[in-house]
């Protein structure tokens, strides 16, 4: 098994595009409306693009509208990592992959939406892979 926390920048440039990267391991976000799992109704497991960890289960996916995929909760509940984030002015909670710190997105909670957990995981296409069941 890979020890992720011993990969140097310059590894991690070399491993993932320059999107990715920005996303994945500088906290950066993807446009809304156009990542390409956005609207995917798929069945299958998305895994961190970073390390390959599984992440969400297509089940766990819903139609938030928002802009990104949507996820009501992570596929297993050491997958993730939330840690509190203040940029941009505002009070938010980050979503990293447990396996290798990378960012995912953020989640949201208490938005109404009609879910088993009323939790919002919105994830950046660019940080996952889906892998089809």
């Not at 990542?35 to 693009?49: L, P």
């Not at 989640?107 to 879910?115: L, P």
Request: with cysteine.
């Amino acid at each position: 098994m890979t020890d992720f926390s011993l990969i140097a920048d310059d590894q991690w440039r070399e491993r993932l595009s320059a999107e990715e990267y920005r996303v994945l391991r500088q906290g950066g976000t993807e446009a809304p409306h156009t990542g390409e799992y956005n609207n995917t109704t798929t069945e299958g497991i998305y895994s961190c693009r970073a390390c390959g960890a599984e992440l969400f289960r297509s089940n766990q996916k819903f139609a938030s509208h928002c802009g990104w995929p949507s996820f009501f909760s992570p596929l297993a509940g050491d997958s993730v990592i939330e840690r509190e984030d203040r940029s941009h002015g505002m009070v938010r909670t980050e979503v990293l992959c447990a396996s290798c710190n990378s960012h995912l997105g953020h989640v949201f909670a208490g938005e109404g939406y009609d879910t088993p957990t009323d939790l919002r995981y919105c994830i950046n296409s660019v940080a996952m892979t889906l892998h089809e069941a």
